[in-house]
Nanobody
Framework: QVQLVESGGGLVQAGGSLRLSCAAS????????MAWFRQAPGKERESVAA????????YYADSVKGRFTISRDNAENTVYLQMNSLKPEDTAVYYC?????????????????WGQGTQVTVSS
């Protein structure tokens, strides 16, 4: 079992930055593919970014490429999402997720563990 706890969300003006963190419990964190998803009101949950177990491979949704950076620290059991040049359309609840499968491009149902989410609000 893995427990995930997100932090770092908040209210920021357009063009600003936030850094989300996801702290994981368990001794097998370093073996998991990790990802960030987001869900805006009335919309489906969508993938934002993913990172392989060793950080060697990453994936980004087209909407965040060049603005967001996913990273991980396996020694600290933590994955991060650095979000720059934020836009109002980035407003959503952001979720951290873990998958036991390899590969950074995978469907949402292959993520087995989820955090409770952290709200990100970008004002115009």
């Amino acid at each position: 079992q893995v427990q995930l706890v997100e932090s770092g969300g908040g209210l920021v003006q357009a063009g600003g930055s936030l850094r989300l963190s996801c702290a994981a419990s368990g001794r097998t964190f370093s073996t998991y593919t990790m990802a960030w998803f987001r869900q805006a009101p009335g919309k489906e949950r969508e993938s934002v970014a993913a990172i392989s177990w060793n950080g060697g491979s990453t994936y980004y949704a087209d909407s965040v490429k060049g603005r967001f950076t996913i990273s991980r620290d396996n020694a600290e059991n933590t994955v991060y999402l650095q979000m720059n040049s934020l836009k109002p359309e980035d407003t959503a609840v952001y979720y951290c997720a873990a998958s036991v499968y390899t590969g950074v491009v995978k469907p949402i149902y292959e993520y087995h563990y989820w955090g409770q989410g952290t709200q990100v609000t970008v004002s115009s």
